[in-house]
């Protein structure tokens, strides 16, 4: 497997649209999920399921099961298919988990459709994240800079792009199905041109990655052969602790504002748009600062800053202090994730196995967190129950020398150092 530090064997225009490619199949994947949300309130309308939130959530259970499915056997459908027939594949199968979600809500005002529609959902992309994540390692070993913080940036851009449709479509009144028709037509036809851009070799470093024959169950086992590898485990919670601060943030800082703070339902919202904005500011400005400083620092700065600005945010005091905490929660949890994916991947044989590793890790504590952290507040208040994420931020600080490059320290002073090519 090649190195971060390796010479690109193409010539810049090649991996430009390498790069460029990824970034599309990362926006892809963002439309999808966002596509969804932003239509949840139409498809409990015409499923006439009223206002008990329990039966959406049963529904969002089931995505969730098919996205852990999905990530589960990401691993050897990459290393059997490779990255262009498994991700145009996998993002077909959310596709048409899209369009049995639409087509059941509207056409068929069936529940169990849309439950398989949204577990098909869950499965397609719970795949691709895995395999875009690999590719994304590839092209940035490639490249020589650290590029998984911009695509996960440009999986937030996918989500607002989602939101943005799905809150116009709303607005016109256009049915969901409809609606979920054009976007699951513009996802395979905009994937099936990405991958064109995305090289076919297999070089992503598995073992067998495309010549040998291996039975898919002896792939499993190899898959699933990565999680005695302690390394491994230690890069899962710097990922633990970044994505249960994320995911914990999405569905609790606006209510802990107005519970815990005494604020208005606007004043909520807008700092929760701290947060958002936070975080992707330092996806965006994070990789050349990983370039300068490394992985481990980077690490250990953002969660240093995302403890201080839980702290500020549960103590509270003046409105202007929370949001300065806010702000520091986003930036402290914006690189975690994406660090932690491009760690698992280098360095090592399987590394589609042990990305998939990590991302169940990761995945776990978005699925989790919210609920348990929801459990604690009833019972010792939101504010305090948000401790239960800094204790997590500080176990990220401890394990982020996990995240080291496995070359030699010399190749590392190397992938460090600027590049100017």
Request: charged share 10%; proline share 5%; hydrophobic share 55%.
């Amino acid at each position: 497997m090649s190195q971060p530090t390796s010479a690109p064997t193409r010539d810049r225009r090649e991996l430009k649209a390498w790069r460029n490619a990824v970034f599309v199949v990362f926006i892809l994947s963002g439309l999808t999920i966002a596509t969804w949300v932003a239509r949840i309130p139409g498809v409990r309308d015409d499923l006439g399921l009223g206002k008990d939130p329990s039966a959406i959530g049963l529904l969002i259970l089931g995505m969730s099961v098919g996205a852990i499915l999905g990530l589960t056997v990401s691993s050897p459908v990459l290393v059997r298919f490779g990255p262009h027939r498994g991700m145009v594949g996998a993002l077909t199968i959310a596709a048409i988990g899209t369009l049995l979600l639409g087509f059941g809500a509207t056409a068929f005002h069936s529940v169990p459709l849309v439950a398989v529609g949204l577990i098909l959902l869950g499965f397609g992309n719970g795949m691709v994240d895995v395999m875009m994540n690999v590719e994304a390692t590839a092209v940035e070993r490639e490249i020589g800079k650290t590029l998984l913080p911009l695509m996960h940036a440009c999986f937030s851009l996918g989500t607002v792009l989602g939101a943005g449709i799905g809150a116009l479509a709303a607005w016109l009144a256009v049915p969901v199905v409809w609606h979920l028709l054009f976007i699951a037509v513009a996802i395979v036809v905009v994937v099936v041109i990405a991958v064109r851009y995305i090289p076919r070799e297999a070089e992503l470093g598995d073992e067998a990655a495309a010549t040998e024959r291996i039975p898919f169950g002896e792939r499993m086992r190899t898959s699933l052969a990565v999680w005695a590898d302690w390394r491994l485990i230690l890069i899962g919670v710097v990922m633990l602790g970044m994505a249960f601060g994320e995911g914990s943030a999405n569905d609790w800082i606006s209510l802990a504002v107005v519970d815990g703070h005494g604020q208005s339902n606007s004043i909520g919202a807008v700092v929760f748009g701290f947060f958002v904005a936070a975080m992707t500011v330092g996806r965006i400005a994070g990789g050349p600062i990983v370039d300068r400083i490394g992985r481990v620092a980077a690490i250990r700065i953002t969660a240093g800053m995302g403890a201080l600005g839980l702290v500020l945010f549960i103590v509270g005091g003046p409105m202007w202090l929370v949001v300065v905490g806010t702000v520091l929660w986003g930036f402290g949890v914006s690189l975690g994730f994406p660090l932690g994916m491009s760690a698992a991947a280098d360095g090592a044989a399987n590394p589609a196995a042990r990305v998939s590793a990590v991302a169940i890790i990761g995945y776990c504590a978005f699925l989790a967190g919210p609920p348990l952290i929801g459990f604690l507040g009833q019972h010792f208040g939101l504010l305090n129950a948000l401790f239960l994420v800094l204790a997590l931020l500080v176990a990220t600080f401890l394990a982020a020398p996990a995240v080291r490059p496995a070359a030699a320290p010399a190749v590392e002073r190397r992938e460090n150092a600027p590049e100017t090519a």
